[in-house]
């Protein structure tokens, strides 16, 4: 299994949205939705537009069995509600081409954000790089509130939350780079 990186950058993460949104509103809502919610994409990736109608969401996660509800982000609700005008509350969020009312597989998902993210030069990406991304975000944007983030991702220890949102990593690489022999 390859690593994958957080989008590091508030520019980057824009630039990787505008550059979806360019290509398909899908692809970018998919994007979008990803680095807002912090939710795994075989959670989020079966919503149905009727998910989108509430003040907050719910979600059985695949994963853990856990149940989890939020409040809609204001600014991806806003986007959100844009998105699904005119479409069925039955309709799939992120609706496949192929067959009828089919969710997007998490492979497609995975090409979606692996090439729109390439053409804006960031690499080692996949799907759970908008996880990490919200997290990452959220961490610095919360003050370092580590636990909180801990809860969100239902982590163990503080130490696998700052490893999986690239923390870890980030220190390790800043240490490094000043160590000098001579």
Known sequence: MNIVEPIREKEKVEEVYKTLKAQNERDAMLFLTGVYTGLRISDYRMFRVRDCLRPYYSVREKKTGKQKIYEWNPYLKRELDK???EKE????????RKGLNQPITRE??????????????????GTHTLRK?????LYEQSENNIGMLMDIFNHSSERITL??????????????KKMRYF
Do not use: H, W
């Open 133 to 137: 991304t919200f997290g990452l975000f």
């Open 163 to 176: 490893r999986y949102i690239g923390i870890t990593q980030e220190k390790n690489n800043k240490v490094m």
């Open 108 to 125: 497609r998902a995975y090409v979606i954000i692996k090439q729109g993210c390439n053409k804006c030069g960031i690499y080692n990406v």
């Open 89 to 96: 509350p039955d309709e799939f969020l992120f609706k496949s």
């Open 83 to 85: 998105y699904i005008q």
